[in-house]
């Protein structure tokens, strides 16, 4: 698989993976897990953080890392770093993984 068809699988890939469900559920431990848009922005982070530091050997695979890119949105990644660190700044779990992730 090559080109158009196999950044549109990787994409779709990654957007499948991330967690549907909007409120935490609490594991077998009793600890609430992270908020899922928390768990979104840190799986996000670290595909972002995979694709800039991608290297584009050539043209074709500088156009997979830029659709890759453009597809995760890692332009606002910062900004969405802040507005959870606002969001969530009395959770010391939430910035902990915010911390490790960024």
Request: glycine share 10%.
């Amino acid at each position: 698989m090559t080109g158009r068809p196999k950044r549109i699988a990787l994409l779709g890939t990654l957007f499948l993976a991330q967690p549907l469900a909007a409120e935490p559920a609490r594991p077998a431990g009793g600890q609430a897990k992270l908020p899922a848009e928390v768990e979104r922005y840190v799986m996000r982070r670290t595909s972002c953080d995979h694709w800039t530091g991608e290297d584009a050997y050539d043209e074709a695979r500088g156009r997979d890392i830029a659709a890759a890119v453009k597809g995760l949105r890692c332009d606002t990644i910062n900004v969405e770093e802040m507005r959870l660190r606002r969001r969530y700044g009395r959770d010391l779990s939430v910035l902990k993984a915010l911390h490790a992730g960024g």
